[in-house]
């Protein structure tokens, strides 16, 4: 998994009532793009450090509309 900063970092939610979060990339900590990623969550406006799982999956800002 590789992101840039802008881009959304899309997380399936493991519980059934659960929706999808979903967050923008603020800093990229990894080496060429890869996690840990400083996220914003749209749901709540925290920011947290996040190492998310195969089954994430990066939108790049330019694909956002």
Same mark, same amino acid.
């Given at each position: 998994?590789?992101?840039?900063?802008?881009?959304? =970092? &899309?997380?399936?939610? &493991?519980? !059934?009532?659960?929706?999808?979060?979903?967050?923008? !990339? #603020? @800093?990229? %900590?990894?080496?060429? $793009?890869?996690?840990?990623? =400083?996220?914003?969550? #749209?749901?709540? $406006? %925290? @920011?947290? =450090?996040?190492?998310?799982?195969?089954?994430?999956? !990066?939108?790049? @800002? %330019?694909?956002?509309?």
């Amino acid at each position: 998994m590789k992101a840039n900063t802008g881009d959304r =970092l &899309v997380m399936p939610s &493991v519980h !059934v009532a659960k929706p999808r979060r979903i967050g923008i !990339v #603020l @800093e990229v %900590h990894g080496t060429d $793009g890869a996690p840990p990623y =400083l996220v914003r969550w #749209l749901d709540n $406006g %925290h @920011e947290t =450090l996040c190492f998310p799982g195969s089954d994430a999956h !990066v939108q790049p @800002e %330019h694909q956002q509309s």
